[in-house]
Nanobody, 125 residues
Framework: QVQLVESGGGLVQAGASLTLSCEASGRTFSSYTMNWFRQAPGKEREFVASIRWGGGMADYADSVKGRFTISRDSAKNTVDLQMDALKPEDTATYYC??????????????????WGKGTLVIVSS
């Protein structure tokens, strides 16, 4: 049974940093693309970042490019999202998701195969 469990959310001030972690279990993810999405209250779920588990190539939404870094640790089966220079508009529930295939670009949340339950990030001004 595939499980994605997010951790690391919290309340921080604007300009601070936070690292989210997604622990993946239940199968081998070597042929998967791992993703972070976020959803703010009243808004659609949006793509944040993705990384190819096997090759490590990463893509980012324009809104987080240069501030967020996605990485994966194959030994620990984790995918991290390092978030720097946080802004109030980054406030959202952040979700880890897995999609079969080696994919590039902005991915549609409706095509994900597995989801975590999310972790809340609140950035105060």
């Amino acid at each position: 049974q595939v499980q994605l469990v997010e951790s690391g959310g919290g309340l921080v001030q604007a300009g601070a940093s936070l690292t989210l972690s997604c622990e993946a279990s239940g199968r081998t993810f070597s042929s998967y693309t791992m993703n972070w999405f976020r959803q703010a209250p009243g808004k659609e779920r949006e793509f944040v970042a993705s990384i190819r588990w096997g090759g490590g190539m990463a893509d980012y939404a324009d809104s987080v490019k240069g501030r967020f870094t996605i990485s994966r640790d194959s030994a620990k089966n984790t995918v991290d999202l390092q978030m720097d220079a946080l802004k109030p508009e980054d406030t959202a529930t952040y979700y880890c998701a897995a999609r079969t295939g080696v994919l590039r670009g902005i991915l549609d949340h409706r095509t994900m195969n597995y989801w975590g339950k999310g972790t809340l990030v609140i950035v105060s001004s």
